[in-house]
T-cell receptor, first 117, second 109 residues
């Protein structure tokens, strides 16, 4: 199957700093990627849709100025958590469909665990 | 928006037992996938199954789209099957997956 990678796997930062998380499609091109957040013992919540060459679209309740998304190439999307606070500590996961068809399998990255002290 | 409910929320099995996990959704869907989330958080694709029945080894899945539910069957469970199982659905014309509430499975040796 297709491979999606994320970097870093985990990160610990101080409150007030910014953290960048990368999501890469390794063996396919992805014009669209998705970012999810998962709190402990909860389900995954969609945060935003990352579109190559255009602005991301955010789900209701997600602060776009806090969670900056850049999809600069067909294989890379980045999520930057700006001015991180302890409540931003979470597991962040990206995904991408392998084709332009809406009826297609999505592949998920291994996730990034963020801890804000 | 669409609601996705899974049952049971928690399940404890003895190794070798069979189980059925259910995913109910409140609207028509184009896409449906089942995932196993391992203890490290990685989501493992199990099935892409917007309709019909599929089997892969000890696992099988059935989606009845007209009745808005999907079932995941695990036979002869093993301790490595432990983890959280999610279904995720996408409605017409979109890739945006809405995840279900999850079933936390623990298989005892």
């Amino acid at each position: 199957g297709a491979v999606v990678s994320q970097h870093p796997s985990w990160v610990i930062c101080k409150s007030g700093t910014s953290v960048k998380i990368e999501c890469r499609s390794l063996d396919f091109q992805a014009t669209t990627m998705f970012w999810y957040r998962q709190f402990p013992k909860q389900s995954l919540m969609l945060m935003a849709t990352s579109n190559e060459g255009s602005k991301a679209t955010y789900e209701q309740g997600v602060e776009k100025d806090k969670f900056l998304i850049n999809h600069a190439s067909l294989t890379l999307s980045t999520l930057t958590v700006t001015s991180a606070h302890p409540e931003d500590s979470s597991f962040y996961i990206c995904s991408a469909p392998t084709s332009g068809r809406v009826t297609d399998t999505q592949y998920f990255g291994p996730g990034t665990r963020l801890t804000v002290l | 928006g669409i609601q996705v409910e899974q049952s049971p929320p928690d399940l404890i099995l003895q190794e070798g037992a069979n189980s059925t996990l259910r995913c109910n959704f409140s609207d028509s869907v184009n896409n449906l996938q089942w995932f196993h989330q391992n203890p490290w958080g990685q989501l493992i694709n199990l099935f892409y199954i917007p309709s019909g029945t599929k089997q892969n080894g000890r696992l099988s899945a059935t989606t009845v789209a007209t009745e808005r539910y999907s079932l995941l069957y695990i036979s002869s469970s093993q301790t490595t099957d432990s983890g959280v199982y999610f279904c995720a659905v996408a409605t017409s014309g979109t890739y945006k997956y809405i995840f279900g509430t999850g079933t936390r499975l623990k298989v005892l040796a």
